[in-house]
């Protein structure tokens, strides 16, 4: 497949639908006589959906990077509220003449996913759900603006949230304390706003969900993200295979780490600590020192790797430091006309920030090692693998901790990493399990779902005493944007963390074969099933309980190798 193409001015503007619409039209007017002519309309396409793609990422970005700036954020929506109504009912009109032509079973089988993807949003798209999904965009960032403006006094001074989190891994208890009661009084403050939000959101997505012909949003959901390999079924089997397998680990995790403060319960203010009374690993203080060593890191880990991390050091392609006004989390973009790559975070020089540096580069070289493709759909792979690229880096990397550490220190973060990975897999059970029965029961009032909170925290989480904090307790789920923001995108952070142990598990006695499989199942993008991408990477797209049981109890031995 290498027709060039050049169907999109490169002076166009992607946040304009004035301008967009004409070359729309021109793609859904097309005549195809052929198989030749079917192709080209689909690499035309990719060309113009790819700069659409980047304008309103280019938007996003800078909206989360000031929250502050109320023309950025009038931007955004005029986006949301302009170019994405359109475009989808114009999408779907080409998509329904792609997924028509005789022609598509001529291509060559480099088209079959896309072909399947296609037949999929076809059957999916409802014209009345456009202004449906429109309102859920806009919601989505009114989260990120209340969240955005949640500073705490401490100390006299004025803090963000991240950096609020930093004092949890104070030895100074009484500190921990100040500050986890202050941080949760400022969220205490927004309980009833983002209540009434998802109240709104959960009945706008119960419409999405029925009219596309679903009994509720779960299995638009599951439509949406393209879950073609795994059910509804599959993901309360990992629920409980999580509370039988890694919950026992987390709790013995805890128990060990209760002893060894000398508590006799632990409370909230006491799960970050290090349990044997050391300062907080403090890899570096500047966005300077994290890329200088992550440079080092991964050059030291593999060439190719060093390079492409270069390509970042651009001066426009890293914001990574915290600061008032910047959007919570981390994530990656994909700027998909110029194939370049853009990492959000908000770094407070921790071990955790570390961790998220290695875990967004993952998804930029996923990005960049697939940057050839043609086809823009297939520079971007399924959720599920995706978090394997980020995921699995994290622990290859681990080799060149000693680039932020002495030897004992990364014996530590190393340690500190694979007990994250036992909490993550309880955490991520936890909210999609939260998400099933929320949208299953639409009508849920509030008692009903802080009732059902509670009982999933009882099920999954640490045993912590909450007494005193039971109104907090009730709310601990608002702190996850994933539930407001990307609906249903979190059982796939398990099942590649899943993915990712076992790559790591394999990398131990063949580093360089797992790396090499690594990079060859990145650079497929999105071009293969599922099944077939982890396959490229050397592991199985598994996560019955049989797996889950395995993989627990690799990360169980690794960690009684390990130093406390």
Same mark, same amino acid.
């Given at each position: 497949?290498?027709?060039?193409?050049? +169907?999109?001015?490169?002076?166009?503007?992607?946040?304009?639908?004035?301008?967009?619409?004409?070359?729309?039209?021109?793609?859904?007017?097309?005549?195809?006589?052929?198989? #030749?002519?079917?192709? =080209?309309?689909?690499?035309?396409?990719?060309?113009?959906?790819?700069?659409?793609?980047?304008?309103?990422?280019?938007?996003?970005?800078?909206?989360?990077?000031?929250?502050?700036?109320?023309?950025?954020?009038?931007?955004?929506?005029?986006?949301?509220?302009?170019?994405?109504?359109?475009? %989808?009912?114009?999408?779907?009109?080409?998509?329904?003449?792609?997924?028509?032509?005789? +022609?598509?079973?001529?291509?060559?089988?480099?088209?079959?996913?896309?072909?399947?993807?296609?037949?999929?949003?076809?059957?999916?798209?409802?014209?009345?759900?456009?202004?449906?999904?429109?309102?859920?965009?806009?919601?989505?960032? %009114?989260?990120?603006?209340?969240?955005?403006?949640?500073?705490?006094?401490?100390?006299?001074?004025?803090?963000?949230?991240?950096?609020?989190?930093?004092?949890?891994?104070?030895?100074?208890?009484?500190?921990?304390?100040?500050?986890?009661?202050?941080?949760?009084?400022?969220?205490?403050?927004?309980?009833?706003?983002?209540?009434?939000?998802?109240?709104?959101?959960?009945?706008?997505?119960?419409?999405?969900?029925?009219?596309?012909?679903?009994?509720?949003?779960?299995?638009?959901? +599951?439509?949406?993200?393209?879950?073609?390999?795994?059910?509804?079924?599959?993901?309360?089997?990992?629920?409980q295979a999580a509370e039988d397998v890694f919950v026992p680990l987390l709790r013995k995790i805890q128990e060990d780490r209760r002893q060894q403060l000398g508590l006799d319960v632990l409370r909230p203010w006491d799960l970050a600590v290090d349990s044997t009374g050391r300062a907080p690993l403090r890899p570096f203080r500047t966005e300077a020192e994290l890329v200088q060593g992550c440079s080092k890191m991964f050059t030291a880990l593999d060439p190719e790797l060093g390079t492409l991390f270069a390509r970042l050091q651009d001066g426009t392609s890293l914001d990574l430091e915290s600061r008032p006004g910047k959007s919570p989390g981390g994530y990656q973009l994909h700027l998909d006309r110029q194939r370049k790559v853009f990492?959000?975070?908000? #770094?407070?020089?921790?071990?955790?920030?570390?961790?998220?540096?290695?875990?967004?580069?993952?998804?930029?070289?996923?990005?960049?090692?697939?940057?050839?493709?043609?086809?823009?759909?297939?520079?971007?792979?399924?959720?599920?693998?995706?978090?394997?690229?980020?995921?699995?880096?994290?622990?290859?990397?681990?080799?060149?901790?000693?680039?932020?550490?002495?030897?004992?220190?990364?014996?530590?973060?190393?340690?500190?990493?694979?007990?994250?990975?036992?909490?993550?897999?309880?955490?991520?059970?936890?909210?999609?399990?939260?998400?099933?029965?929320?949208?299953?029961?639409?009508?849920?009032? =509030?008692?009903?779902?802080?009732?059902?909170?509670?009982?999933?925290?009882?099920?999954?989480?640490?045993?912590?005493?909450?007494?005193?904090?039971?109104?907090?307790?009730?709310?601990?789920?608002?702190?996850?944007?994933?539930?407001?923001?990307?609906?249903?995108?979190?059982?796939?952070?398990?099942?590649?963390?899943?993915?990712?142990?076992?790559?790591? =598990?394999?990398?131990?006695?063949?580093?360089?074969?797992?790396?090499?499989?690594?990079?060859?199942?990145?650079?497929?993008?999105?071009?293969?099933?599922?099944?077939?991408?982890? #396959?490229?990477?050397?592991?199985?797209?598994?996560?019955?309980?049989?797996?889950?049981?395995?993989?627990?109890?690799?990360?169980?031995?690794?960690?009684?190798?390990?130093?406390?």
């Amino acid at each position: 497949m290498n027709i060039d193409t050049s +169907f999109v001015p490169l002076e166009l503007d992607g946040t304009s639908w004035s301008a967009l619409e004409p070359l729309y039209i021109l793609l859904r007017e097309r005549t195809i006589d052929d198989a #030749a002519d079917l192709e =080209r309309l689909l690499l035309d396409r990719s060309e113009l959906d790819a700069h659409v793609s980047e304008a309103g990422n280019r938007i996003y970005a800078a909206m989360t990077c000031d929250t502050t700036d109320e023309a950025i954020e009038a931007a955004y929506l005029k986006f949301v509220e302009e170019v994405s109504p359109p475009l %989808q009912q114009i999408a779907f009109e080409i998509d329904q003449r792609v997924a028509e032509s005789p +022609f598509l079973s001529e291509l060559s089988d480099h088209f079959d996913v896309l072909a399947r993807d296609t037949k999929s949003s076809v059957k999916l798209f409802k014209e009345e759900n456009v202004p449906l999904l429109v309102e859920d965009t806009k919601m989505g960032q %009114q989260f990120g603006s209340i969240s955005g403006a949640q500073m705490v006094d401490f100390e006299g001074e004025s803090r963000t949230m991240p950096w609020m989190g930093t004092i949890q891994e104070d030895t100074n208890r009484d500190r921990r304390e100040a500050a986890w009661r202050a941080s949760w009084g400022r969220r205490a403050e927004d309980r009833e706003a983002l209540d009434d939000l998802y109240d709104a959101m959960i009945s706008n997505r119960t419409k999405i969900g029925v009219n596309a012909g679903y009994e509720n949003y779960v299995g638009y959901a +599951f439509a949406s993200k393209g879950r073609f390999d795994y059910t509804p079924d599959d993901c309360k089997a990992f629920h409980q295979a999580a509370e039988d397998v890694f919950v026992p680990l987390l709790r013995k995790i805890q128990e060990d780490r209760r002893q060894q403060l000398g508590l006799d319960v632990l409370r909230p203010w006491d799960l970050a600590v290090d349990s044997t009374g050391r300062a907080p690993l403090r890899p570096f203080r500047t966005e300077a020192e994290l890329v200088q060593g992550c440079s080092k890191m991964f050059t030291a880990l593999d060439p190719e790797l060093g390079t492409l991390f270069a390509r970042l050091q651009d001066g426009t392609s890293l914001d990574l430091e915290s600061r008032p006004g910047k959007s919570p989390g981390g994530y990656q973009l994909h700027l998909d006309r110029q194939r370049k790559v853009f990492i959000f975070m908000n #770094a407070a020089g921790t071990h955790d920030d570390l961790q998220t540096m290695l875990h967004e580069s993952g998804h930029a070289f996923h990005a960049m090692l697939s940057e050839h493709e043609e086809l823009v759909h297939y520079r971007h792979s399924p959720i599920e693998f995706a978090e394997v690229a980020s995921m699995a880096m994290e622990k290859l990397a681990a080799t060149q901790l000693g680039m932020f550490y002495a030897p004992q220190d990364a014996a530590r973060a190393w340690r500190e990493h694979l007990e994250d990975c036992i909490r993550s897999i309880a955490w991520v059970a936890t909210i999609d399990a939260f998400q099933h029965e929320i949208y299953r029961n639409p009508n849920l009032d =509030r008692a009903g779902r802080t009732a059902l909170w509670l009982d999933l925290d009882q099920r999954f989480g640490v045993n912590c005493d909450w007494s005193g904090l039971e109104d907090i307790r009730q709310m601990q789920w608002q702190r996850q944007l994933h539930l407001f923001e990307v609906p249903f995108y979190y059982i796939e952070y398990g099942i590649a963390q899943l993915g990712a142990l076992q790559l790591w =598990r394999r990398s131990t006695s063949d580093h360089a074969g797992a790396l090499n499989d690594y990079k060859s199942a990145l650079r497929l993008g999105g071009s293969k099933p599922l099944p077939e991408l982890f #396959a490229a990477a050397g592991i199985p797209f598994d996560f019955s309980p049989k797996t889950v049981q395995r993989v627990g109890e690799t990360v169980a031995a690794e960690l009684e190798a390990l130093p406390l």
